[in-house]
């Protein structure tokens, strides 16, 4: 292929290509289709959207020796703009927050006698023992 020009007009992509006619001795045989260019644009960064015009470049036939192919380019979307984050702060506060809510305090058991019953003393395990190894 001997030219090979890339231009941006108006949002699209102009892609022209011209290449000698295939002589054996001289030039190899050469076809460049919409998928070729297409991969070629991708490859030098461009963003494709559509063909709107697709054509072929084919060196042994010698109406096809010259080709162009119009592509849209793919709209950019904006980004949104972030909010800031909120600062969140790791210290403690200084003074304390003051509470809405009255404490209700509950002096019912201060007022409340239990009778204390008399501890009975508990047998011995040692007699129980005892009299069981006499019998």
């Known amino acids: ?4 020009n890339i231009s941006i007009e108006d949002g699209k992509i102009v892609v022209k290509a011209k ?13 460049i289709t919409t998928k070729d260019v297409r991969k070629h644009l991708e490859g030098e ?3 494709i959207e559509e063909c709107m015009r697709g054509a072929e470049l084919n060196n042994s036939d010698g109406s096809k020796l010259s080709a162009t192919w119009i592509f849209s380019k793919k709209a ?4 949104k ?6 600062k969140k702060t790791s210290r403690r506060r200084a003074t304390k927050k003051a509470t809405t809510e009255k404490k209700v305090v509950d002096n019912s058991s201060k007022d409340v006698i239990l009778p204390i019953e008399e501890e009975k003393p508990a047998p011995k395990k ?7 190894k006499d019998n």
């Not at 703009?81 to 909120?86: F, I």
Request: aromatic letters at 6%; hydrophobic letters at 30%.
């Open 19 to 31: 290449s000698n006619k295939f002589d054996p001795k001289t030039t190899p045989r050469i076809k």
């Open 126 to 132: 040692a007699e129980k023992q005892s009299e069981e």
């Open 81 to 86: 703009p972030k909010k800031p984050a909120a």
């Open 1 to 4: 292929m001997d030219i090979l």
């Open 45 to 47: 960064g461009f963003l």
């Open 76 to 79: 950019i979307p904006k980004p």
